[in-house]
């Protein structure tokens, strides 16, 4: 088994394949501590490092933090793609502690949840025995709290061993693996990497300072409204006990887990949030206090932040493929895929450009909903979106009857919510729900029914779609292939579903729980269990997953000339010197409406800030 070079963003290059050992103990571990955190961490140690060129014999290497920089410098890594498993921890030590910037990266823990889906795991161990190329070794327990130091010359021979064989599990793995893995999803492999182990951007302290003082500043000023200590609010019997005090029952659910009754304590719960607007302003006082105590996320986060900032640049933690549908997600616990928008976006604004730089934050409008337009074959919206025309208007013109220039603004809001919601098959009840919730817009349940029927039969080729969506669920199962959608671009192959990237999104062991006068209910495995798939959640899954393929074809054309530095959800944020912003934005935008060969006639398009922040792209 070997790996022959070949192209990859422009070149021939080696493979290189690494695996670094490091102390690690009970406390400082990755299972305590972020990838970031750990490796800058004044504790952290390579106990050695293990090296395979192409196919040639692995070598281990041990020594002090000198030795180990000087071992290295003889690799051409200036035309090598560095391939480990996890790329994220390994790259980054070469690039922060030695320096070392090799041409391209990859991963195959990247690389095996996108083949066998983000259900199955990834870890060496399982894709090993997956394949059936070896057994990992377990001599890393053993290691637990020692420094290179502490190891007998035999220890630290046996310990070598070890790191030699999860590197040839690597290259044996990348061998098979990268011969059925698309290029272009290499390069975006390649591309999502460089934003953390590459990391340019900074954070702003003093932003961050004030904020922190003011989310603990308001915890407190909640706590001494609500008259109760915070120990009551954090404990669960002691905050049910204290709404009984003044004569108000707990609200209480069925555990899904236990089966048992429980107190409807979390912010979900239908019985808490009715206690949010209860006539006793008391009540509504304890609430928003336990609330407001009990969610930390913001303040956890914003410390995290400021801890980055004292060690250096910001490493951006988006992981390759996370979501069923092949998106990114966030990763090492600071979560850039959900950093606050709206309100408060101090954690936004702290994150700078590096010196001389702009940010440039593209965001691809309206991208699923486009997607659904052209996919469904539902044209004269795909037309109204080439057009350029306000399509929320229209619907909520529809929807009331009156003139497109008459549409208020809650008016568009509901056409608005329709176009983005309604599309994958929303009922009534939850339609009413969210338009309360996103705007406080408050219909009843009638004239809730009354817009979803007035959007389905607007848009009755998108619910065509739904249909042909559940029949391709029956067809899988029944182990029959067949293509839907304009050009039939989507396919499936097996329980799966084929995108245009050339990968597959998966239903892993589908089946039918029920049949009713609908037709066969579906089920499917994931790591939470059997979960229900029907028309509407397919067509989700297929617009997002398109949506994607789209974003990061895109990501590559812009990665050509300017440094890609983050991606969330359907924007990609940019790097790029002041003196070339008016040029950047000019080509980013272009990309971002390129139209990828498969998808011709797809409404696209797209909107761009600058700034010096990243919350100041505006």
């Keep these: 088994m070997t790996y022959n070079p070949h192209h990859f963003q422009g070149g021939i290059m080696d493979l290189i394949t690494i695996d670094f050992e490091t102390y690690y103990d009970k406390d400082f571990s990755l299972s305590k501590l972020t990838t970031e955190e750990y490796i800058r961490d004044k504790r952290f140690e390579v106990i050695g490092v293990a090296i395979k060129v192409n196919n040639n014999p692995t070598e281990w290497a041990s020594g002090d933090h000198d030795e180990i920089r000087n071992y290295l410098q003889q690799f051409d890594w200036a035309n090598s793609m560095l391939v480990a498993h996890n790329n994220m921890f390994d790259g980054a030590i070469l690039n922060?502690?030695?320096?070392?910037?090799?041409?391209?990266?990859?991963?195959?823990?990247?690389?095996?949840?996108?083949?066998?889906?983000?259900?199955?795991?990834?870890?060496?161990?399982?894709?090993?025995?997956?394949?059936?190329?070896?057994?990992?070794?377990?001599?890393?327990?053993?290691?637990?709290?020692?420094?290179?130091?502490?190891?007998?010359?035999?220890?630290?021979?046996?310990?070598?061993?070890?790191c030699v064989n999860d590197v040839e599990l690597t290259y044996k793995l990348f061998c098979i693996m990268g011969k059925q893995f698309p290029k272009k999803e290499l390069k975006l492999i390649d591309t999502t990497l460089r934003m953390f182990i590459e990391?340019?951007?900074?954070?702003?302290?003093?932003?961050?300072?004030?904020?922190?003082?003011?989310?603990?500043?308001?915890?407190?000023?909640?706590?001494?409204?609500?008259?109760?200590?915070?120990?009551?609010?954090?404990?669960?019997?002691?905050?049910?006990?204290?709404?009984?005090?003044?004569?108000?029952?707990?609200?209480?659910?069925?555990?899904?887990?236990?089966?048992?009754?429980?107190?409807?304590?979390?912010?979900?719960?239908?019985?808490?949030?009715?206690?949010?607007?209860?006539?006793?302003?008391?009540?509504?006082?304890?609430?928003?206090?336990?609330?407001?105590?009990?969610?930390?996320?913001?303040?956890?986060?914003?410390?995290?932040?400021?801890?980055?900032?004292?060690?250096?640049?910001?490493?951006?933690?988006i992981k390759y493929y996370t979501a069923h549908t092949g998106r990114w997600g966030g990763d090492d616990k600071i979560n850039m895929q959900n950093l606050p928008s709206r309100g408060n976006k101090s954690l936004k604004d702290s994150i700078y450009a590096p010196e001389g730089h702009m940010l440039i934050d593209c965001d691809s409008s309206q991208i699923e909903a486009r997607v659904l337009a052209w996919l469904s074959g539902q044209d004269d919206l795909v037309?109204?979106?080439?057009?350029?025309?306000?399509?929320?208007k229209k619907m909520a013109s529809s929807i009331y009857g009156v003139d497109v220039n008459d549409v208020t603004k809650e008016q568009r809001f509901v056409g608005k919510t329709a176009i983005l919601g309604a599309g994958y098959g929303m009922g009534a009840v939850r339609f009413k729900d969210q338009l309360k919730a996103q705007a406080g817009v408050d219909v009843d349940i009638d004239e809730a029914r009354r817009i979803i029927n007035v959007y389905r039969n607007t848009n009755w080729k998108i619910a065509h779609f739904w249909r042909a969506c559940q029949d391709l669920l029956s067809r899988m199962y029944n182990k029959q292939n067949v293509c839907i959608g304009t050009n039939g671009l989507i396919c499936?192959?097996?329980?799966?579903?084929?995108?245009?990237?050339?990968?597959?999104?998966?239903?892993?062991?589908?089946?039918?729980?029920?049949?009713?006068?609908?037709?066969?209910?579906?089920?499917?495995?994931?790591?939470?269990?059997?979960?229900?798939?029907?028309?509407?959640?397919?067509?989700?899954?297929?617009?997002?997953?398109?949506?994607?393929?789209?974003?990061?074809?895109?990501?590559?054309?812009?990665?050509?000339?300017?440094?890609?530095?983050?991606?969330?959800?359907?924007?990609?944020?940019?790097?790029?010197?002041?003196?070339?912003?008016?040029?950047?934005?000019?080509?980013?935008?272009?990309?971002?409406?390129?139209?990828?060969?498969?998808?011709?006639?797809?409404?696209?398009?797209?909107?761009?800030?600058?700034?010096?922040?990243?919350?100041?792209?505006?």
């Design 96 to 162: 922060w502690l030695f320096d070392v910037y090799p041409r391209a990266y990859t991963c195959t823990v990247c690389i095996a949840r996108a083949l066998h889906g983000v259900q199955a795991s990834a870890s060496l161990k399982a894709v090993a025995e997956r394949y059936g190329i070896g057994a990992k070794g377990t001599e890393v327990q053993q290691a637990i709290g020692k420094r290179r130091k502490d190891f007998r010359p035999d220890e630290l021979d046996a310990y070598g061993d070890y």
């Design 199 to 317: 990391p340019t951007l900074r954070v702003r302290s003093a932003l961050l300072d004030s904020h922190l003082m003011k989310i603990r500043s308001h915890k407190e000023q909640l706590i001494n409204a609500s008259g109760l200590t915070k120990d009551t609010l954090m404990s669960n019997d002691k905050f049910a006990q204290a709404l009984r005090d003044i004569g108000v029952e707990p609200p209480t659910k069925t555990s899904p887990t236990t089966g048992k009754e429980t107190y409807a304590f979390a912010k979900t719960d239908k019985g808490f949030k009715d206690l949010f607007t209860h006539e006793n302003p008391k009540v509504r006082a304890m609430v928003e206090a336990r609330l407001g105590n009990k969610s930390t996320l913001e303040e956890t986060r914003t410390q995290r932040f400021l801890d980055i900032a004292k060690r250096g640049a910001l490493p951006v933690p």
């Design 383 to 392: 037309q109204a979106f080439n057009r350029g025309e306000d399509v929320y």
């Design 492 to 618: 499936n192959e097996g329980e799966a579903i084929k995108l245009p990237s050339g990968l597959l999104m998966r239903y892993d062991n589908l089946n039918f729980y029920f049949e009713n006068e609908k037709g066969r209910q579906f089920v499917y495995d994931t790591r939470q269990g059997r979960t229900r798939i029907y028309g509407g959640k397919v067509t989700e899954n297929i617009c997002q997953a398109v949506a994607r393929c789209i974003i990061g074809e895109q990501m590559l054309l812009i990665a050509k000339k300017y440094r890609v530095v983050m991606t969330v959800h359907d924007s990609i944020v940019c790097s790029v010197r002041k003196e070339e912003v008016d040029e950047a934005r000019e080509y980013i935008e272009t990309c971002m409406r390129v139209v990828p060969d498969w998808c011709q006639g797809m409404p696209l398009d797209c909107e761009s800030g600058v700034g010096l922040s990243y919350g100041g792209c505006e």
